[in-house]
């Protein structure tokens, strides 16, 4: 069934009130649900309560028992008189049988929800719809040794102790949370949890008790995460002045968790590897993805719960928003310009793909079969990239008046994209009718700049054009506004000709002309990746390597590089060999320019993925991309080899400390380590073991590792065994040990991978598990991409396997198999079959089979 934003309907009833009594046990919970419900739309309309997996044990209306209700589907309707009634449900579920992780279920003898973002029905009979906001009341009871904490939504109310005669002892907490919130923002914790307690105070001077629950075992490796909900609550009060609204923060971490976390008000649950970090256990960039999660889920406290979606089509206005907010309190805690650098990088990486293929949709999409498949990189990336282009495009001030605005007039409400949008433009002034068509229209835009100089004359005229790619269901696009920063340089004095300037490209093509130009100039054009589009310029790689030494804004030098890297391999790729001198040297010049922060100088230095290369390829040949990259890597480590060996030498400070600039020097040595593999020299391998051995942090320990996956030095099994030994019961460092050989570049990858899959520590049954496999593997293109299609037929075992378990997390491994147009025709072939294989297994979710049929179209 196609679910449509045109057929949106408000409710025709709404639930102000809700009262939930469950009765907690790991195989049979009682949930009795109390709604007080009040009419909304015409008279006559019966009430309609979402529901799936469960049947009624009872339903009451104002308290008198009926049975004239039916099932209509897996809805429980409810034939209603009057304009307000008390409508009460009992229902029993199994939260050990739950392999979803939606709804209520077990983790690890822990009992959690995840509601979002259609969960909530699998608790209790509800209009799972976010548009509906009620007052929750909760009272949980439950074995008392067994969950001796009990935590709810809100501010904790009346505990006790209960002699009902059954055995063990029983007690019971109330929790109640005085915000109207939708049933996707639900959620209740019962478990055996230890807890590392904080406390903020607000800057109006509300004293908030925060506290990180979880296992007794992992309470050492909670600081991270709690100095970085504090630091989180002060950033949104100083920089969006918004201040947190309850007297309790509690965040919980669980190992099974299908996505990263979830705001759920007052009570964040966390998949546990976003949480737990100690230096011998979380790498630099676990922290980094630990910060940027806790503030994540704390900004969505207003970007989200304060303020909700309308329908689910809207979900970018929650989402966007709040990956764009935790990526400025990210940006504002190290480098900014590095972390751009990473966020594009991801955003090329994981939406540019998505927009090229089979599932593009819009920022707003138009429909959808089942709403967890668009829990995308373009709903989360793309839409934050959309915020950004408005901030650039109204300047701060006036963007944090249209934030102020919204935060205001939307208070309490559910919202859509387009009021976010409206409030931008009335308080600022700008218009924004056209930049509306980002919303709606997928595809990235691809520009094509050309920039011409008159001989002597002194005028140079730069020519823009825009093209936005048909996608599914999209044939024909208008064009789009555009910001572009840019700037020029002269050629021969390397400093800058113009001032930089904001262009709003909103026509199919435009001309700017500057005068006066007095030598020949250099395009530095999207400077800090100012619109997500794809740039064709016609610069030479001499203009690109004087770029990425001269250009002042980091980004754009970074930029530069990589495009000269980028051209260099297609070249390589498509004829077998390229000329390596340009990137070389500009390599050699970023090393050696003392001026650059070791963070940058190790992200402008590496080469870009082979899966990048291949975006850029009318027919991806992954072994030729392999080939191309090799090549370059081994004649970039040789002929620099000086370079890397003092780079590497140059050895951060011991013990291990999580501070900006100790993260940028073990990131460049470590780049620096893996250049020195691939130089061949004999004692890289040698000096890789050494550091395994010696290292006192997770983030050299795994780059030694990995760096001894990808080769075949004898010290690779040994630090395989010795990794996997020590961390052994430890499931989120395991997921770095199968990772590193899923990533693997050696060629007998997939059959490894293929072995690691019935390994004893390896289970389908935890997210996390089979991403750090599955997930990893799908990215590896050389393995995935095997010609004989070995990599096509594992994936698909393992998701038809995965999809009898957890439909959610199978349909998030499917997109690599889909982009079966971009390869040769064997291989495409053989992408197909198996997609139709998924296709055709019985009983399939709604989540898989919508990926994979959309995939064969
Ligand atoms: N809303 C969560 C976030 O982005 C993501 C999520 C979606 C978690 C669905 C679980 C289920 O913060
Ligand atoms: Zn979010």
Same mark, same amino acid.
């Given at each position: 069934?196609?679910?449509?934003?045109?057929?949106?309907?408000?409710?025709?009833?709404?639930?102000?009130?809700?009262?939930?009594?469950?009765?907690?046990?790991?195989?049979?919970?009682?949930?009795?649900?109390? &709604?007080?419900?009040?009419?909304?739309?015409?008279?006559?309309?019966?009430?309609?309560?979402?529901?799936?997996?469960?049947?009624?044990?009872?339903?009451?209306? =104002?308290?008198?028992?009926?049975?004239?209700?039916?099932?209509?589907?897996?809805?429980?309707?409810? *034939?209603?008189?009057?304009?307000?009634?008390?409508?009460? !449900?009992?229902?029993?579920?199994?939260?050990?049988?739950?392999?979803?992780?939606?709804?209520?279920?077990?983790?690890?003898?822990?009992?959690?929800?995840?509601?979002?973002?259609?969960?909530?029905?699998?608790?209790?009979?509800?209009?799972?719809?976010?548009?509906?906001?009620?007052?929750?009341?909760?009272?949980?009871?439950?074995?008392?040794?067994?969950?001796?904490?009990?935590?709810?939504?809100?501010?904790?109310?009346?505990?006790?102790?209960?002699?009902?005669?059954?055995?063990?002892?029983?007690?019971?907490?109330?929790?109640?949370? *005085?915000?109207?919130?939708?049933?996707?923002?639900?959620?209740?914790?019962?478990?055996?949890?230890?807890?590392?307690?904080?406390?903020?105070?607000?800057?109006?001077?509300?004293?908030?008790?925060?506290?990180?629950?979880?296992?007794?075992?992992?309470?050492?490796?909670?600081?991270?995460?709690?100095?970085?909900?504090?630091?989180?609550?002060?950033?949104?009060?100083?920089?969006?002045?918004?201040?947190?609204?309850?007297?309790?923060?509690?965040?919980?971490?669980?190992?099974?968790?299908?996505?990263?976390?979830?705001?759920?008000?007052?009570?964040?649950?966390?998949?546990?590897?976003?949480?737990?970090?100690?230096? =011998?256990?979380?790498?630099?960039?676990?922290?980094?993805?630990?910060?940027?999660?806790?503030?994540?889920?704390?900004?969505?406290?207003?970007?989200?719960?304060?303020?909700?979606?309308?329908?689910?089509?809207?979900?970018?206005?929650?989402?966007?928003? !709040?990956?764009?907010?935790?990526?400025?309190?990210?940006?504002?805690?190290?480098?900014?310009?590095?972390?751009?650098?990473? =966020?594009?990088?991801?955003?090329?990486?994981?939406?540019?793909?998505?927009?090229?293929?089979?599932?593009?949709?819009?920022?707003?999409?138009?429909?959808?079969?089942?709403?967890?498949?668009?829990?995308?990189?373009?709903?989360?990336?793309?839409?934050?990239?959309?915020? $950004?282009?408005?901030?650039?495009?109204?300047?701060?001030?006036?963007?944090?008046?249209?934030?102020?605005?919204?935060?205001? $007039?939307?208070?309490?409400?559910?919202?859509?994209?387009?009021?976010?949008?409206?409030?931008?433009?009335?308080?600022?002034?700008?218009?924004? !009718?056209?930049?509306?068509?980002?919303?709606?229209?997928?595809?990235?835009?691809?520009?094509?700049?050309?920039?011409?100089?008159?001989?002597?004359?002194?005028?140079?005229?730069?020519?823009?054009?825009? $093209?936005?790619?048909?996608?599914?269901?999209?044939?024909?696009?208008?064009?789009?506004?555009?910001?572009?920063?840019?700037?020029?340089?002269?050629?021969?004095?390397?400093?800058?000709?113009?001032?930089?300037?904001?262009?709003?490209?909103?026509?199919?093509?435009?001309?700017?002309?500057?005068?006066?130009?007095?030598?020949?100039?250099?395009?530095?054009?999207?400077?800090?990746?100012?619109?997500?589009?794809?740039?064709?310029?016609?610069?030479?790689?001499?203009?690109?390597?004087?770029?990425?030494?001269?250009?002042?804004? *980091?980004?754009?030098?970074?930029?530069?590089?990589?495009?000269?890297?980028?051209?260099?391999?297609?070249?390589?790729?498509?004829?077998?060999?390229?000329?390596?001198?340009?990137?070389?040297?500009?390599?050699?010049?970023?090393?050696? =320019?003392?001026?650059?922060?070791?963070?940058?100088?190790?992200?402008?230095?590496?080469?870009?993925?082979?899966?990048?290369?291949?975006?850029?390829?009318?027919?991806?040949?992954?072994?030729?991309?392999?080939?191309?990259?090799?090549?370059?890597?081994?004649?970039?480590?040789?002929?620099?080899?000086?370079?890397?060996?003092?780079?590497?030498?140059?050895?951060?400070?011991?013990?291990?400390?999580?501070?900006?600039?100790?993260?940028?020097?073990?990131?460049?040595?470590?780049?620096?380590?893996?250049?020195?593999?691939?130089?061949?020299?004999?004692?890289?391998?040698? &000096?890789?073991?050494?550091?395994?051995?010696?290292?006192?942090?997770?983030?050299?320990?795994?780059?030694?590792?990995?760096?001894?996956?990808?080769?075949?030095?004898?010290?690779?099994?040994?630090?395989?065994?010795?990794?996997?030994?020590?961390?052994?019961?430890?499931?989120?460092?395991?997921?770095?040990?199968?990772?590193?050989?899923?990533?693997?570049?050696?060629?007998?990858?997939?059959?490894?991978?293929?072995?690691?899959?019935?390994?004893?520590?390896?289970?389908?049954?935890?997210?996390?598990?089979?991403?750090?496999?599955?997930?990893?593997?799908?990215?590896?293109?050389?393995?995935?991409?095997?010609?004989?299609?070995?990599?096509?037929?594992?994936?698909?075992?393992?998701?038809?396997?995965?999809?009898?378990?957890?439909?959610?997390?199978?349909?998030?491994?499917?997109?690599?198999?889909?982009?079966?147009?971009?390869?040769?025709?064997?291989?495409?072939?053989?992408?197909?079959?198996?997609?139709?294989?998924?296709?055709?297994?019985?009983?399939?979710?709604?989540?898989?089979?919508?990926?994979?049929?959309?995939?064969?179209?």
């Amino acid at each position: 069934m196609v679910i449509r934003r045109e057929d949106y309907r408000p409710p025709a009833w709404l639930v102000p009130e809700v009262r939930l009594d469950f009765d907690l046990d790991a195989a049979a919970t009682r949930v009795r649900a109390r &709604l007080s419900v009040t009419r909304n739309g015409a008279d006559g309309e019966p009430l309609r309560l979402d529901g799936a997996g469960q049947v009624p044990l009872s339903v009451t209306v =104002d308290g008198v028992a009926i049975d004239d209700w039916r099932l209509e589907g897996e809805q429980l309707v409810v *034939p209603l008189a009057g304009a307000a009634h008390v409508v009460e !449900t009992e229902v029993e579920i199994a939260p050990d049988h739950n392999t979803q992780l939606m709804g209520l279920y077990a983790s690890g003898g822990i009992l959690c929800t995840q509601c979002e973002a259609e969960g909530f029905r699998r608790i209790t009979y509800f209009p799972d719809r976010p548009d509906v906001l009620s007052r929750y009341t909760v009272r949980m009871t439950a074995d008392a040794a067994r969950y001796p904490v009990l935590l709810a939504n809100g501010d904790p109310g009346a505990t006790g102790t209960l002699d009902d005669g059954r055995p063990g002892i029983r007690h019971w907490a109330e929790w109640h949370d *005085p915000f109207p919130k939708p049933s996707y923002l639900f959620a209740l914790v019962a478990g055996d949890l230890a807890v590392n307690r904080g406390s903020f105070t607000t800057r109006s001077g509300r004293a908030v008790e925060l506290g990180i629950w979880v296992r007794e075992a992992d309470l050492a490796r909670t600081d991270h995460a709690l100095d970085a909900l504090k630091t989180s609550m002060a950033w949104d009060e100083r920089v969006y002045g918004r201040e947190y609204d309850l007297d309790v923060f509690n965040i919980v971490a669980v190992d099974d968790f299908n996505f990263g976390a979830m705001e759920n008000k007052g009570l964040n649950i966390f998949n546990s590897r976003y949480i737990l970090a100690d230096p =011998d256990t979380a790498t630099d960039y676990d922290y980094d993805g630990i910060a940027a999660v806790v503030a994540h889920e704390y900004f969505h406290n207003w970007s989200g719960n304060r303020i909700t979606c309308r329908d689910w089509f809207q979900l970018s206005l929650k989402e966007g928003f !709040t990956v764009y907010r935790d990526q400025g309190f990210s940006a504002d805690q190290g480098s900014a310009a590095v972390k751009r650098i990473e =966020d594009v990088r991801t955003l090329r990486a994981a939406q540019f793909p998505e927009d090229a293929g089979p599932l593009a949709h819009p920022v707003r999409p138009d429909a959808y079969q089942e709403i967890s498949n668009f829990y995308t990189a373009t709903i989360y990336n793309k839409g934050a990239e959309l915020i $950004r282009m408005m901030a650039t495009m109204l300047g701060p001030v006036a963007f944090r008046a249209g934030t102020d605005l919204y935060f205001d $007039r939307f208070d309490g409400t559910a919202a859509t994209c387009e009021d976010f949008v409206a409030c931008l433009e009335e308080a600022s002034g700008v218009d924004l !009718t056209q930049f509306r068509r980002w919303y709606g229209q997928a595809g990235t835009p691809r520009v094509s700049a050309s920039l011409s100089h008159g001989a002597g004359g002194g005028r140079a005229t730069l020519r823009l054009a825009q $093209r936005v790619p048909a996608t599914p269901g999209q044939p024909d696009k208008q064009p789009m506004v555009l910001p572009l920063r840019l700037r020029l340089f002269g050629a021969e004095t390397g400093r800058p000709l113009t001032d930089e300037q904001l262009v709003l490209l909103d026509q199919p093509a435009a001309t700017i002309v500057f005068e006066a130009v007095t030598e020949r100039p250099v395009l530095s054009i999207n400077r800090g990746f100012s619109a997500p589009v794809i740039v064709e310029s016609d610069r030479s790689a001499a203009d690109l390597a004087f770029l990425s030494a001269h250009d002042d804004d *980091p980004f754009a030098r970074y930029e530069a590089m990589q495009q000269l890297m980028l051209d260099t391999l297609v070249a390589g790729a498509i004829e077998g060999s390229a000329d390596y001198d340009a990137v070389i040297d500009a390599v050699a010049n970023t090393l050696d =320019d003392p001026d650059l922060d070791a963070a940058f100088v190790a992200e402008a230095v590496m080469l870009p993925s082979e899966a990048f290369v291949g975006d850029q390829l009318a027919v991806v040949d992954p072994d030729a991309i392999f080939r191309a990259r090799e090549a370059l890597r081994g004649d970039l480590a040789r002929r620099l080899e000086a370079r890397w060996r003092l780079a590497y030498d140059r050895a951060p400070a011991v013990p291990y400390v999580y501070s900006p600039d100790q993260k940028g020097r073990r990131r460049l040595r470590n780049v620096a380590l893996g250049y020195l593999a691939a130089s061949g020299a004999g004692d890289a391998a040698a &000096l890789a073991f050494a550091q395994f051995g010696a290292a006192d942090n997770m983030t050299d320990r795994q780059a030694a590792l990995t760096t001894l996956v990808n080769g075949d030095a004898p010290e690779r099994d040994v630090a395989l065994a010795a990794f996997h030994d020590r961390y052994a019961g430890n499931g989120l460092v395991l997921d770095k040990w199968f990772q590193a050989q899923a990533l693997s570049a050696r060629d007998d990858t997939t059959d490894r991978v293929a072995a690691l899959a019935t390994h004893p520590a390896f289970t389908l049954a935890n997210p996390n598990r089979a991403r750090s496999l599955i997930g990893a593997f799908g990215a590896n293109q050389r393995a995935f991409h095997r010609a004989d299609g070995a990599g096509y037929r594992f994936l698909a075992d393992q998701l038809i396997a995965l999809d009898r378990l957890n439909p959610q997390t199978a349909a998030k491994l499917l997109p690599p198999l889909g982009r079966w147009r971009r390869f040769d025709a064997g291989r495409a072939a053989l992408m197909r079959a198996e997609l139709a294989r998924i296709v055709a297994v019985p009983g399939l979710s709604r989540d898989l089979f919508e990926q994979a049929s959309k995939s064969l179209e």
